[in-house]
């Protein structure tokens, strides 16, 4: 039993294929540098309001949990107001599943999953120079670097019951400030998980998540510092 568990967790944590994934951000990420040339550089901090979704039985309920991540900024200007925008970075995904008898919370379970994610952002601003407003849409890339849940024993680790990456959409608006020749960025960002997160082989997953299908979904409040490389 010991060794089957071993075996399955071990292709669990090998099923990226993380040369693979470079490859694939390298023949995005090259064009727009050789053609554009990086036009700012940045670090960002968030506070994330995350909840999962999907069915569970009538005495159950999602709710939402709270984290703090941080992401890198590498941007290419194609206009004066549209930029392409790679923020890869470290962000949780935690969330409570609550037990109710007659409408009061009798026991939860706490989740928390660890991401790098690799979002790849178009952003479009009103203007293109002074304060202004920007929208933001892309895709993301998010790779599970742990995952663990609380029943109140303790913290328990099921990382293999998750998939090892998964898709979502990311849709935001904010307002970049300028700072001398540099710019102070926030924005308030909405994203939406496109795939199941849990792990299918049959195998009942650990921590109650039974659910035919769940994702993930929430809210990120984000203030970064951009130094534009030759000023703004």
Do not use: H
């Not at 178009?122 to 849409?137: H, L, N």
């Amino acid at each position: 039993m010991e060794a089957t568990l071993t075996q399955r967790n071990d292709a669990v944590r090998t099923r990226v294929n993380l040369p693979a994934l470079v490859l694939l951000v390298g023949v995005v990420l090259l064009p727009c540098t050789v053609l554009a040339g990086p036009a700012n550089l940045g670090l960002q901090l968030s506070a994330t309001s995350n909840k999962f979704t999907g069915d569970l039985p009538k005495e159950g309920s999602w709710a939402g949990a709270g984290g703090l991540g941080a992401d890198l900024m590498l941007e290419w200007n194609f206009a004066e107001d549209i930029s392409l925008s790679f923020q890869p970075g470290l962000t949780p995904r935690t969330g409570r599943q609550d037990f109710n008898d007659k409408g009061i919370v009798v026991a939860s379970i706490d989740y928390n999953f660890d991401y790098l994610t690799l979002p790849l952002l178009v952003r479009v601003t009103t203007k293109p120079d002074g304060t202004r407003g920007f929208v933001t849409a892309g895709l993301e890339y998010a790779l599970l670097m742990g995952a663990s849940y609380d029943d109140g024993t303790g913290s328990i680790d099921m990382e293999e019951d998750l998939k090892s990456g998964v898709f979502g959409a990311m849709f935001g608006a904010g307002t970049i400030v300028p700072v001398g020749g540099n710019l102070l960025i926030f924005e308030l960002r909405y994203y939406q998980g496109l795939q199941d997160i849990m792990e299918r082989d049959g195998d009942v997953p650990e921590g109650g998540m039974t659910s035919p299908s769940i994702k993930y979904r929430g809210l990120q409040l984000k203030a970064g510092f951009i130094l534009t490389l030759g000023g703004e």
